[in-house]
């Protein structure tokens, strides 16, 4: 018989995202994050390329961020609200840490498989952040995709984008509660 875990089944069966917009002071300091960082790099990635590195984001690149995501917007004809919901995940938060994708050529490892490991990642880190007792979101938005926003607020490489940003702080109030796939409608068994 497998050795069970029922604390860490439990966690994931009952664990949920935190709203990135309800994530305040304190973040976790440096030692803190480190954890967290470990338990998400410790994700599989396809033939041990780590296809993936990390961005901490601190106040003032957060800030700084903010304001190159109003450039890009309006350089791109973004309409006001979408330019303002992604402002306002780099404006108001304290702490984000950035995934990113950076594939690795390999005959092995199709670039697919490490786009998959990197959204590992994400996930890895997000519910890293959740156990440690802070709130935690995985956010993404056009300005992942954005090659300009990419290479200038961010410094990325060519061949990389970003998997998604993950927003750690303290929660202010409690993540609300959301409706569940059903299974039954999702799963289908195969024994033959």
Same mark, same amino acid.
């Given at each position: 018989? *497998?050795?069970?875990? $029922?604390?860490?089944?439990?966690?994931?069966?009952?664990?949920?995202?935190?709203?990135?917009?309800?994530?305040?002071? $304190?973040? *976790?300091?440096?030692?803190?994050?480190?954890? =967290?960082?470990?338990?998400?790099?410790?994700?599989?990635?396809?033939?041990?390329?780590?296809?993936?590195?990390?961005?901490?984001?601190?106040?003032?690149?957060?800030?700084?961020?903010?304001?190159?995501?109003?450039?890009?917007?309006?350089?791109?004809?973004?309409?006001?609200?979408?330019?303002?919901?992604?402002?306002?995940?780099?404006?108001?938060?304290?702490?984000?840490?950035?995934?990113?994708?950076?594939?690795?050529?390999?005959?092995?490892? *199709?670039?697919?498989?490490?786009?998959?490991?990197?959204?590992?990642?994400?996930?890895?880190?997000?519910?890293?952040?959740?156990?440690?007792?802070?709130?935690?979101?995985?956010?993404?938005?056009?300005?992942?995709?954005?090659?300009?926003?990419?290479?200038?607020?961010?410094?990325?490489?060519?061949?990389?984008?970003?998997?998604?940003? =993950?927003? =750690?702080?303290?929660?202010?109030?409690?993540?609300?509660?959301?409706?569940?796939?059903?299974?039954?409608? =999702?799963?289908?068994?195969?024994?033959?």
């Amino acid at each position: 018989m *497998p050795e069970k875990n $029922p604390a860490a089944l439990d966690f994931l069966l009952t664990r949920r995202s935190h709203p990135a917009k309800t994530l305040t002071t $304190p973040v *976790p300091s440096r030692d803190e994050l480190m954890p =967290i960082l470990t338990a998400a790099a410790r994700t599989p990635d396809h033939g041990k390329l780590e296809p993936w590195r990390f961005l901490v984001l601190e106040r003032g690149a957060l800030e700084r961020l903010a304001h190159e995501v109003e450039l890009r917007g309006a350089a791109r004809g973004e309409a006001p609200e979408r330019v303002q919901k992604v402002y306002r995940q780099f404006a108001d938060a304290h702490l984000v840490v950035a995934v990113v994708l950076s594939p690795k050529v390999s005959e092995k490892v *199709p670039e697919i498989e490490q786009v998959y490991s990197a959204g590992a990642v994400c996930l890895a880190m997000l519910n890293a952040a959740l156990a440690s007792g802070w709130g935690a979101n995985w956010l993404s938005g056009w300005a992942c995709h954005d090659r300009e926003f990419l290479d200038v607020a961010l410094g990325l490489a060519p061949q990389e984008t970003v998997a998604g940003f =993950i927003h =750690i702080g303290t929660e202010t109030s409690p993540p609300p509660e959301r409706p569940r796939p059903d299974l039954d409608a =999702i799963t289908t068994w195969v024994s033959a």
